[in-house]
């Protein structure tokens, strides 16, 4: 499941996009119930991976339906415990760093 979900944001990443957690569950084939539950533990797992290796993460690439799309409150606060965030959970700053973010993972990854 999770290596099906990491090439659905690259893929998603490499287009410039962002995708939501429902279309990323779907894309990625997660079997439910709880398709989103299953998804976003996973999406934490790939994060915390990520961090602990030093690689850049995709999983700001997945978000939230509503507006603004950007992550849910659960995202941020990870990002806070792994030393990489420090505002709240919603609103400007966390508008800001979710595309400070973007824009670094789309600097990275060639459009296609």
Do not use: C, W
Request: hydrophobic share 40%; aromatic share 4%.
């Amino acid at each position: 499941m999770e290596q099906k979900i990491r090439t659905v944001l690259e893929n998603t990443a490499r287009k410039h996009q962002t995708i939501s957690y429902r279309m990323l569950a779907i894309e990625a084939e997660i079997p439910g119930p709880q398709i989103i539950h299953k998804l976003t533990n996973v999406l934490e797992d790939i994060l915390r991976q990520d961090h602990q290796n030093g690689a850049l993460s995709l999983v700001p690439v997945a978000v939230s339906r509503g507006e603004p799309a950007i992550p849910r409150n659960g995202f941020f606060i990870l990002l806070k415990e792994l030393g990489l965030y420090d505002g709240p959970e919603q609103g400007p700053e966390a508008i800001d760093k979710h595309t400070a973010l973007l824009a670094e993972i789309y600097r990275t990854m060639p459009k296609v």
